[in-house]
């Protein structure tokens, strides 16, 4: 007999089985889940959104995933790097409206004079806000030197999907060779840990071959690896990318859009007190997907502040928002959306996860 949905959310603790039943929900049982994720994360995190500034540094990649539309294989995506001076002037922006922290992003790059490069980067923004910006990372699998080089240049959080959990998967969404390995990237969230930054991850959601049981997994590694904070959110097909022939076998993009914010609520119940994001690619498909994603238990937002002109450029999937809004306009934008949602914005605060500070202690 299928248990009902109040009986699970009641327990103390859920089986695999319970996530995936969780997973499955739909209309009254759905709200019953996404009410009680709003419950938990009130109680356990507040009703504020805390601001990451999204610089989207360079969109040259080394790496070929098979469903990425900045892959290095696409030919048909302009490539730019920011300069120093570009960067400066986006973190100064965000430090200038209070927004707490940044996330610098980029496809995956080595080398040595890219390594100083942001050295150097991390160091002038940390001079230019008096070391008030926060600063997030996400520019993938690095060696534990460099992690611990942009740790020590001021860097405190770090961005490293897994992408999806389950090694077999991982396989089937990426070229056969040592530089999409499973293992060295589960290995790179261990040393990114052991650094001592804060550690982020997440998954897409709706990649074909995915089952909901997957999903589960995904979350249940969440959990067993301790992951500070989580941005997961759909998988978008793109049309550049070898994935694309797959696109008949997808679920609807509203399905995935469910999906994705019953894995956002789910996820607040299971880890109370992590950061969670509500992405863009929620956005991609519903306008007001970021702010369903705050009313399901999300907790943070990525306002892209990268200059409008490489916007076009940064393209991992289609139908990417705000490609033709500025800072100030996507700015202004939020905060109304904020306030609608009844959330508040965490200005002038880092807002560090919770789960994060409580281990350290
Ligand atoms: N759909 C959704 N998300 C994608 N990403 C890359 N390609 C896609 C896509 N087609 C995500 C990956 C990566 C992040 C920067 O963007 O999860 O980690
Ligand atoms: Fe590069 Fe990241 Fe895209 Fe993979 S997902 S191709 S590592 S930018
Ligand atoms: Fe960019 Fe609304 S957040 S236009």
């Not at 496809?107 to 942001?118: A, F, I, P, T």
């Not at 589960?216 to 978008?236: E, K, N, Q, S, T």
């Amino acid at each position: 007999m299928k248990e009902d949905i109040k009986s699970i959310l009641a327990k103390e603790e859920w089986s695999r089985q319970d996530l995936v039943a969780l997973l499955k929900t739909e209309g009254a049982e759905r709200k019953l889940l996404i009410d009680k994720a709003a419950e938990v994360k009130d109680h356990y995190v507040g009703n504020k959104v805390y601001y990451r500034g999204l610089i989207e540094f360079s969109n040259l990649c080394a790496k070929n995933c098979l469903y990425c539309g900045i892959r290095t294989g696409n030919k048909n995506t302009g490539r730019y790097e920011l300069t120093g001076e570009e960067v400066l002037e986006a973190a100064r922006y965000a430090w200038e409206n209070r927004f707490g922290s940044v996330v610098i992003q980029a496809g995956e790059r080595s080398g040595k004079e890219y390594v100083r490069r942001v050295e150097q980067l991390l160091r002038q923004i940390k001079q230019m806000s008096n070391g008030e910006l926060g600063i997030t990372l996400s520019l993938g699998e690095q060696s534990e030197d460099t992690y611990r080089r942009w740790f020590e240049a001021g860097a405190h959080r770090y961005l490293l999907r897994i992408e999806v959990s389950n090694p077999a998967l991982y396989h089937k969404y990426h070229p056969d060779n040592q530089l999409h390995d499973y293992q060295a990237r589960l290995n790179a969230l261990f040393l990114l840990r052991k650094v001592g930054y804060q550690v982020g991850s997440g998954v897409m959601i709706g990649l074909p071959f995915q089952t909901t049981e997957d999903l589960a997994d995904d979350l249940l590694f969440f959990r067993a690896h301790d992951i500070d904070m989580v941005g997961m959110g759909p998988y978008i097909e793109h049309k550049d990318t070898p994935m694309y022939r797959y696109k008949e076998q997808l679920m609807p993009k509203m399905e995935r859009f469910w999906l994705s914010l019953k894995m956002v609520a789910v996820l607040r119940i299971l880890m109370k007190d992590i950061n969670i994001a509500a992405t863009t690619a929620m956005q991609a498909i519903d306008p007001n997907g970021r702010e369903k994603s705050l009313q399901a238990g999300a907790n943070i937002i990525m306002p892209n502040l990268t200059p409008v002109r490489y916007r076009d450029d940064y393209l991992l999937y289609e139908d990417k928002p705000c490609t033709d809004e500025d800072a100030e306009k996507c700015k202004r934008c939020l905060e109304v959306r904020i306030k609608m949602a009844g959330s508040e914005i965490g200005y002038g605060e880092w807002g560090d996860s919770k789960h994060f500070s409580k281990r350290k202690k």
